[in-house]
């Protein structure tokens, strides 16, 4: 009987195996990414098709500077509410999970932390770092403080810490952490992350669940290309100069009917401004003044101003590329246009409109080359003898001439007047030639 033993051991260890390799973790590589519509958006999706494909859990490996609230509360009520384990783990070496992202961590089933990484630093803070107006900053924060509290209490962490990390924007490394209960254990990797995984009783939505990890595939989820494509062009600094380019292609066609190519191309970079500004917390008071510069400076080019209409544009575009994203949004300080992409658009359009408006006015100030004016001084050639009627070349035609002397063929003659098609001409003396 013993010598069976053994082998039924063997047995059920290799049967534990096979089960734990039929197992597979859904893993989303959140990697020095913000928080906005379209990542909040991708997470959310990924909770759902990985429960429905029937992953173990899903591996949410965070590293973010923060975000959009809106977004920030989409993700961490997607993962309160989820039947399946998610797991936040902080890494590689070297992450954040700062801003919003200590909510989206504090939300999870489990959290880790790899070596070298730091979480916290969560309090509210205006775009650009710019002032909030007391009673609407306090406002904020007592929101804010009541959410973090509950996730905080939901999830059995350290209540204390979390509204610290909103109050007084504390931060903590991973040991600091781990000693807070703010986590619940450090991996160095994905492998240990796993293994330490194995065995953890959660407590989801759905019930208890036991995680069988240790041998568990990891499939790794990945953007679609329109969320790459949107996440991308959802950088303010690129979506500003999409809709900067784009109204300079729009400005070109009407400037030169018929250019087609400056007007299809502005015509893209505006509707992909537009579609990225919708995921990113837009002051519409400044995109309409960044249209108003557009339309004044098309005005110049109509109406003869003097460089007023074209000031005018100027200042109406630094205040709005300001003012274009809003100061009101609490986690959204990282989301600012960066003055060297603002400074170099403004200066760039100031130095064409500039040296437009003073070559318009050269240009008025040259005497006329047409009409009537532009012949008054004009030295052509006698081309028939005047006496007092001949015919002249000037400007490459024949014309009629008339004289008060007699001019010979091949002498330079000067025009003093003119009526109709007939030329009033005087001969140039010889010093004159």
Known sequence: MKKYILPFILFLLILGMADSALCWVSLLEFDNLVINPVTSG????SITRANEDGAECLIIRLDTPGGLQKSMEDIYKAILVSPLPIVVYVAPEGAQATSAGVFIALSAHVVAMAPTTKIGSAHPVAVGGGQMDDDVKNKIIEHTVAEVKKIAEKRGRNVEWAEKAVRDSISSTWTEALEQNVIDFVAEDMGELLEKLDGMEVKTEAGERVLNTRYAEVRRVKMNLRDRLLNIISDPNIAYMLLILGF????????????IFPGVAGAISIIL??????????????????????VLFILEVKVVSYGILSIGGIISMLIGSIMLIDSAEPFAYIFKISWQIILPAVLVTAGFFILGMILVIKTHRKKSITGKQGLMGAVGVCEREINPEGKIFLHGEIWNGISDEVILPKEKV????AEGLTLKVEKLKDKEI
């Open 414 to 417: 000067r025009v003093i007047g």
């Open 248 to 259: 300079y292609g729009i400005f070109f066609e009407l400037s030169n009917p018929g250019s």
């Open 42 to 45: 991708f997470i959310t999706r």
């Open 273 to 294: 401004a537009l579609f990225a500004l919708q995921t990113l917390p837009i002051n519409y008071a400044g995109l309409l003044l960044i249209l108003l510069a557009l």
